[in-house]
């Protein structure tokens, strides 16, 4: 659906500064929102916030409906009475700019615990019910998620497809043992998911009444090792011997990679997906929109054609275009949730078919303002060829920095960027594609807040094709001063963007 004119910024949450060397969703988030507000921002974007594993991807979750216990804030549970501030005594000096992954799972998942059992011994007959009715509300997807992860510690985290086999091929009978055996820490697991929720939703409350709606993040694949495959393996292609994933998603070569990008995802089986009525898609949509207020879909262009590499391949070069039923799934959610609030991440090698799908259901589609110098005058990220129903980026969580972008540049796109600017502005090359981004004429713009705040290579969110070291970059709670929130608020409203100017 098209979206009326206005910007945001792109920030996850784990950016945020914090005492325990991960953002979480306590006082720094409420912050933000006020920053964003005051800036006459009307969008917030937030990057898939499920429980990680492996490489801390947030594209690579345990599951695709819950939350992630990091981004939980032991102060509000401090607040609660469940921990106190001798619980914090001895927290070990975390770094102000970057996330260590280990060291503060080491530190917080101890504390959740901790949380966790004293909610069970000191919760009121007000909070049992209040998470009853949550269990009762999620139990579509938080019954089989608290039993994986239950699972998953008891086998010292193996993947589910190297489990006691009965589990893994979830027979009845030894389901039902695995739950009367983990019953403690299957309540655990659904005490952390009702402690996020909770947190998560009073940030969303604050941020639509400060006149913010989210923009969350469905990728179109979840993870092999995750609670959803393991509980509807029918609807993803796996070897039904071993419970691998007998084709596996990607991208053939593309800007990021000569050798594509092989993600390791099980695709999905979309003739039984197809067959079920679209069930699990359209649970995911719900649950999405439980939390977020517009949705934007990574990957758009696997919903018309996928990219499926056969078991054992090293590389994606030797895969194959499949095509997918994106047009009967998309009429299957519209019957069932009306008109979605979508926006199409539609970049890398897109098709006719896929332009055609995007347009018949008005998804705005992406534009990239570093990928715009390139080439020559038909290149479709250079602001005057947008459509207006597209959203406009200085770059996204997987392209460095514009300044680091910049420093990097090869002459040829300094040149062409030379030319289509006139000369470069003193403020930095950072708030010329601020103005370029708010100045087109694409109902929306998101800038990566790395960008506001001109920082380089130092502060890139990720680089696609390196499998550690990422998603760590955080911000120090100086940095929102009020200086910077009037410039984007002038530029905002200069470029009729501003919420009173709809």
């Known amino acids: 659906m098209p979206f009326p004119r206005s910007s945001g910024i792109l920030l996850h949450p784990t950016s945020f500064p914090s005492r325990f060397g991960i953002g979480d969703l306590g006082l720094e988030a409420y912050r933000f929102i006020d920053f964003l507000r005051e800036s006459y921002q009307q969008y917030w974007q937030v990057l898939p916030l499920g429980p990680t594993g492996y490489g801390n991807s947030p594209y690579a979750s345990y599951s695709a409906m819950a939350g992630n216990p990091l981004l939980i804030s032991l102060e509000k549970l401090q607040e609660q009475g469940l921990l106190s501030e001798e619980d914090f005594a001895h927290l070990p000096g975390f770094s102000e700019t970057k996330v260590d992954f280990d060291q503060v799972v080491q530190i917080k998942m101890p504390l959740l615990k901790k949380a966790g059992e004293n909610f069970k011994n000191t919760a009121s007959p007000l909070q049992k019910t209040e998470f009853a009715g949550f269990c009762d509300s999620k139990a579509y997807w938080l019954d089989d998620f608290a039993l994986f992860m239950a699972l998953k510690e008891a ?17 009845p009978e030894a389901l039902e043992r695995a739950r009367q055996e983990l019953g403690t820490e ?12 909770r947190q998560w939703s009073q940030v969303k409350t604050y941020a639509n009444m400060s006149g913010i709606q989210i923009i969350g993040d469905i990728p179109i694949y979840v993870a092999h090792d995750s609670a959803d495959v393991w509980s509807n393996p029918d609807i993803f292609c796996l070897d039904e011997q071993t419970g691998e994933a007998a084709l596996m998603a990607g991208v053939p070569p593309d800007y990021f990679s000569n050798t594509g990008q092989l993600w390791g995802n099980p695709v999905y089986n979309w003739e039984v997906s197809q067959n079920q009525d679209f069930k699990w898609w359209i649970g995911r949509f719900e649950a999405m929109l439980d939390y977020v207020d517009v949705i934007r879909i990574d990957h758009f262009r696997g919903f018309e054609s996928y990219w499926a590499v056969k078991r054992g391949e090293q590389t994606a070069i030797h895969g194959e275009w499949i095509k997918a039923p994106g047009e009967q799934l998309f009429e299957a959610i519209k019957l069932k949730l009306g008109k979605l609030p979508v926006m199409a991440e539609d970049l890398g090698d897109i098709t006719p078919e896929v332009i055609e799908l995007r347009d018949k ?5 992406m534009k990239i ?10 290149n479709p990220f250079l602001p005057f060829n947008y459509e207006r129903n ?3 980026y200085t770059g996204t969580h997987d392209n460095d920095t514009t300044v680091g972008w910049f420093n990097q540049a090869s002459e040829h796109e300094k040149h062409n960027l030379s030319l289509y600017l006139g000369s470069y502005s003193s403020d930095g090359i ?11 004429v694409a109902n929306q713009a998101i800038i990566p807040l790395q960008d506001i705040l001109g920082l380089d290579t130092s502060a890139r969110m990720n680089f696609p094709s390196k499998a ?8 120090q709670t ?3 001063a009020k200086e910077l929130s009037d410039r984007l608020k002038s530029l905002t409203m200069l470029c009729g963007r501003a919420p009173q100017q709809k």
């Open 361 to 365: 259901y008005e998804f705005p589609g």
């Open 369 to 378: 303002l570093q990928f715009a110098y390139s080439a020559d005058a038909s």
């Open 390 to 392: 597209s959203i406009v």
């Open 186 to 197: 299957i309540g655990y697991h659904k005490f952390i998911q009702f402690e996020f929720f």
């Open 478 to 480: 100086h940095v929102l």
């Open 468 to 475: 550690e070291g990422n998603w760590d970059w955080r911000y």
């Open 430 to 440: 950072h708030w010329d594609f601020i103005r370029l981004a708010l100045n087109s």
């Open 155 to 171: 086998n010292q985290g193996a993947s589910w497809h190297k489990w006691e086999p009965d589990i893994a091929k979830r027979i």
